[in-house]
Each structure stands twice: as structure tokens, then as C-alpha cells.
């Protein structure tokens, strides 16, 4: 079937993004060190700021978030750092970790099952830490883990510096990075903000700021320290991608102009989800830790889920199947994007007219 634009997308990411924000960042170019650049990039801060929900300087950086998780742990562990693994993207921090020549250990897991704090809590009472790593949400597993109270744990132990992929959380739930006391948040622009990929947006306190200057190799591209210097004066240390950054400002309008309702919306597709799976297949994640940024569906009908996606796009939509071990014997439907209610409510009517043939 030819369809004349691509399926929408309620993949984990990236999602879609509506027209009028597309055509954001179809402005004319500025240069990066201009005055118009200056004017574009202090309000973009100053709603990060609120959207982050603190007062630490938020940075941009042309880049995926994976970037940005190396970037965090080059600057804010000398020695060692507990890595939280509960699923695909959470083992990716701590083969970045590994990489960079720092001793990890690993907290594991069973996937589905969310991070617990009397877990870390236990951790950290056996060895000294510089940091924990912790993915608010897998991606992989559709798990949620419990951010304020890990985060309190984290915060009770002296020098430890909490660092939290937020990736598929950010701008999907609230997150208080100030109150939790979260020393670098990360989040990519292709997840909850539903722009295009190629931004990382990401908090930095000022215990991380002071554990960067203790560090001697923390990097080029990813020095934090250049980073926030950089955007106290509204610039970057490097070329930014500024087409994005117009896009970036005018969904951060949007969310600042009804941020209840931005929420309250994916909520509801949540919602919507949760209760078709349940009603035709069942849910991956361990009750409780559902994921409000997607919902990982166990495959108990056992359909090809391949098969689900071929249909799915002649319908001119498109679905995720599950992740690595988890592929065919789960899938994934996302929640973020713009793709309103009524229009989820389509794709799970087809997935559900599919596993019924």
C-alpha cells in the first residue's frame, strides 16, 4: 500500500512531531556567535530552567543523550561508580563507564523489575562511590523506577553524585531536579519534547560543577566546565545545531503555556494503554512501575509481532518490537509525540483486530 507520508510513529523514539514545529526550524540560518543567537538562546534556558524545575544551570549540547552519559561520568567520577541495571539502556551506562577506564559495579536487576532504594541503599553502604548512575525510565522493559525515593538514598550518602538518564521521562513526567537534589538530569530532544533528534538537553549542579574541576581527563566535547561557562553567556563551546534550538523554543512555549495539561496528556495515553494490554495481552513491567512514556505489551497471544508491524504500516502507523532478549516476546507502544488521544485509540483498535485474526 503506498502510503503518501511515512507512519506515524508511536515508537519509543523519535516520535512524532507536528508540522508547526517542524517548520520552527525551517528559519533562515544566524551565526552561532551573533546577536540573533544570543536572543534565541536566553529565553531557551530560561524555560529549560523551569521545565527541569531548578535554578542549576541547564545546558544544550549538540548531541544524542548518549553523549551526554559519557560526558557525566567523565566528569564526575574520579575513581569508581555503582551503575543501576535494570534493562538494555541502563547496562549501556555501564559499558560506557568501562570504556572510559572507570571501575563499575554493577547493581543488577531482573528486567521488568524497577530499581529499588533499600537495593542502592545497600550498595553504597559496602564500597565508597563517587557516583550512581540510574535510568529513570527503560526504554527496553517499559519500567519506571522510583527517581525521589532512589534519589534519597543517593543524597544521604556523603560525596556520592547522583546521575540520572531521563531520556524517555523528561517532559513526560514532572521531574523536581532542584528537590531531589539531582546533580546532572539528561534527557534527548527526539523523546517527551517531540522534536527532531540531534539535541541533549541536561542539568548540572554545583557539586557536579566542583567534582569536574577535580578531574583531569574529563574530555573535550563534553567538559562541563566549558559547557556552563558557555551558557552563562547564552553561547556553546561548539557549533550548536540552531534549527533545532528555533524548534526547541517553540515546543518550550507550548509545554510552559499549559504544563499541566502537556502532562496530563500523555498520562492519558498512558492510561489508555495500560488498560487495552491488559484487556488483550498483559503487561511486561512489574505492577506499579509502569511506564508513563511507553507501554512494554507481553506477547501472550504470541503473534508476530514483525508480522503486526507489516500491517501496522500498510495502516500507516508503526510500533516497536521488544528489545534485544525481549524481541517478539514483547512489544512497544509509545505515548509521547504528537499524536493525540483519539488517535492512539486507533492503533490499539488495529493491534487488537490484528491478534483477533
Not at 500491517?311 to 505515548?335: A, P, V, W
Request: aromatic residues 6%.
Amino acid at each position: 500500500m503506498s502510503l503518501e507520508r511515512p507512519p506515524r510513529l508511536f515508537i519509543p523514539g523519535p516520535v512524532e512531531v507536528e508540522p508547526e514545529i517542524l517548520q520552527a526550524g525551517a528559519q533562515p540560518m544566524i551565526g552561532h556567535r551573533d546577536e540573533e543567537f544570543l536572543e534565541l538562546a536566553a529565553p531557551v534556558h530560561d524555560m529549560l530552567k523551569k521545565v527541569f524545575r531548578t535554578e542549576d544551570p541547564v545546558c544544550i549540547a549538540t548531541s544524542s543523550a548518549t553523549g551526554v552519559m559519557e560526558a557525566a561520568v567523565r566528569n564526575c567520577v574520579r575513581e569508581r561508580v555503582l551503575c543501576c541495571v535494570n534493562g538494555a539502556f541502563s547496562e549501556r551506562w555501564h559499558e560506557i563507564c568501562t570504556s572510559n577506564g572507570l571501575a563499575a559495579d554493577r547493581l543488577d536487576v531482573e528486567w521488568g523489575k524497577a530499581v529499588r532504594p533499600e537495593a542502592v541503599k545497600r550498595a553504597l553502604a559496602e564500597k565508597r562511590y563517587d557516583a550512581v548512575t540510574l535510568v529513570h525510565n527503560e526504554t527496553s522493559t517499559g519500567v519506571m523506577s522510583p527517581l525521589a525515593e532512589i534519589a534519597a538514598v543517593v543524597k544521604s550518602t556523603p560525596e556520592v553524585l547522583l546521575l540520572v538518564d531521563a531520556v524517555t521521562s523528561f517532559a513526560v513526567v514532572p521531574i523536581e531536579t532542584a528537590k531531589l537534589r539531582i546533580d546532572v538530569l539528561l534527557a534527548g530532544s527526539q523523546k517527551g519534547l517531540a522534536l527532531p533528534p540531534g539535541l541533549a538537553v541536561f542539568s548540572v549542579s554545583k557539586p557536579a560543577l566542583e567534582r569536574a574541576k577535580q578531574v583531569k581527563n574529563r574530555g573535550t566535547y563534553g567538559d562541563f566546565i566549558a559547557i556552563v561557562k558557555g551558557q552563562a553567556k547564552n553561547q556553546t563551546p561548539n557549533t550548536p545545531a540552531v534549527s533545532l534550538i528555533y524548534a526547541l523554543a517553540r515546543r518550550l512555549r507550548g509545554i510552559l503555556a499549559d504544563e499541566a495539561g502537556w502532562y496530563r496528556e500523555h498520562q492519558a495515553r498512558a492510561d489508555l494503554t495500560r488498560k487495552w494490554a491488559r484487556e488483550h495481552f498483559a503487561i511486561f513491567p512489574e505492577a506499579g512501575f509502569e511506564s508513563v512514556s511507553l507501554t512494554c505489551v507481553k506477547n501472550t497471544r504470541g503473534i508476530s509481532v514483525e508480522g503486526l508491524n507489516r500491517f501496522l504500516r500498510d495502516h500507516g502507523m508503526l510500533i516497536s518490537n521488544g528489545y534485544g532478549d525481549l524481541k517478539e516476546k514483547t512489544f512497544r507502544i509509545g505515548h509521547m509525540g504528537a499524536n493525540p488521544v483519539a488517535i492512539h485509540k486507533e492503533l490499539l483498535d488495529l493491534i487488537a483486530e490484528f491478534a483477533r485474526a
